[in-house]
């Protein structure tokens, strides 16, 4: 009997994927839970494993084509036996009588060949779904790939370099094998310009982001307003209590936790930014689940912090902490990703000095955190240099007046700049 291999539910609001890679071939006898294929969606890489044993008689679907909740991508023939295992201990007399010396070698040759795929497999190195399909599209042997990612594993990056400096090679050798040519009697205007293209196929993750800003730009009335944070109280207690606080909770204090700590204590004094519009309805949100915008190798992703007006500092930089870990590690699930009433991004971290973010349909704010630069501003009547921070929130102005969104920005500040405050109030 053939039993079907279907592509799961994927959680709130997935219907679709990509089927990133067989792992299995037609004829292979599966176990059941053994992972049959990867599927990618716009979120995050899925494995479908069998759920029964026998043959994988049938692939349906080819790496590379778009399914659906509930798509057919293989069958297994449950009436498939299981291939028996091969004996350990031979009778080497037997073998002598019956087997001729040439199939003898023949038998040899094909099990030095399993044994050196065996081992291929024991030493081949991790890598990350995406970067594993680009280099199987280039031909890139990855074993000459030095991982960069967490503990050694190649990422598209590493594949991306790797390719590059190859083609930087090629390209010297092909102007070394040139320079003849040009002594020859070929002028410099005469030889040809290099104008290559490449055509790279969008991932599911990519189509969904660009997908998804689109709808933000035109199903939002989206603004930005700004405004200017000085560091220096919060850069004076990391320096004073940091390591303290690093014996005591395991981990750093880093700013996230402050802004994670402020926000809360801006939306509680302006709600609407803490809301959705559903219809001719807003629907106000009394608790807070902050979505932490983290920049992926696959793209930006938005994983989400239960409840955090409950959790303490140190709670609040270990779950980012293990959100980031996970991201890098290609092991975030569904749930990570679903919800969530207001987004913080921070492109300081990537050098950014301002900027305008894009709202997180169908949250209606986003505040976006910057490089902290020493400026002069004029304080008491006199110039004086401080860090400072430019901070921006994006809102839906359909809901949030900009009456409302200034003070959120100065709540933010007022909280920021006076941490004695922000224990209070965040």
Do not use: C
Request: charged content about 35%.
């Amino acid at each position: 009997m053939a039993v079907e291999v279907l592509v799961p539910e994927m959680g709130e609001s997935v219907l679709e994927a990509t089927v990133t890679e067989w792992l299995k071939n037609e004829g292979d006898y599966v176990n059941v839970g053994d992972v049959l294929v990867e599927l990618e969606t716009d979120k995050v890489n899925l494995e479908v494993g069998a759920k029964s044993a026998g043959t994988l008689a049938k692939i349906k679907v080819k790496a590379g084509q778009d399914v659906e909740v509930g798509d057919v991508l293989g069958e297994i023939d449950e009436q498939a036996e299981e291939p028996d295992a091969p004996k350990s201990e031979p009778d080497p007399k037997a073998e002598t009588e019956t087997v001729p010396s040439g199939q003898k070698d023949e038998e040899k040759q094909k099990a030095d060949r399993s044994n050196d795929r065996q081992e291929e497999r024991q030493v081949a190195p991790q890598i990350t779904p995406v970067a594993s399909r680009m280099a199987r599209e280039k031909g890139v042997d990855v074993s000459r790939i030095s991982g960069s990612g967490h503990e050694g594993r190649i990422t598209r990056t590493d594949v991306e370099d790797f390719i590059r400096e190859k083609e930087k090679t090629r390209d010297t050798e092909k102007q070394v094998q040139a320079e003849p040519e040009a002594k020859a009697g070929v002028s410099e205007d005469e030889m040809p310009t290099s104008r290559r293209e490449e055509r790279i196929k969008m991932s599911r993750r990519r189509r969904t982001i660009a997908s998804r800003l689109l709808e933000a730009q035109q199903t939002t009335a989206m603004l930005t307003t700004f405004n200017e944070i000085d560091m220096s109280a919060v850069m004076d207690l990391r320096v004073r209590r940091n390591e303290n606080f690093q014996e005591r909770e395991g981990i750093k204090l880093g700013f996230m936790s402050f802004f994670v700590k402020a926000s809360v204590g801006a939306l509680k004094a302006f709600p609407r930014i803490n809301a959705e519009i559903q219809d001719d309805e807003f629907v106000l949100k009394h608790y807070y689940d902050m979505g932490i915008a983290i920049g992926a190798e696959e793209g930006l992703v938005v994983p989400v912090i239960r409840e955090v007006d409950r959790l303490s500092f140190a709670e609040i930089e270990r779950r980012i902490k293990e959100l980031v870990e996970k991201t890098n590690q290609g092991k975030l699930l569904i749930e990570d990703l679903q919800g969530g009433t207001f987004t913080i991004t921070n492109g300081g971290v990537f050098g950014s000095l301002l900027s305008t973010p894009i709202l997180n349909p169908p949250q209606v704010g986003i505040l976006g955190m910057h490089k902290i630069e020493e400026r002069p501003i004029a304080l008491d009547g006199e110039v004086v240099i401080r860090p400072m921070m430019y901070v921006a929130l994006s809102y839906d102005h359909r809901i949030v007046d900009g009456r409302e969104a200034v003070q959120f920005l100065v709540k933010i500040k007022e909280l920021v700049e006076d941490p004695e405050k922000l224990l209070l109030e965040g």
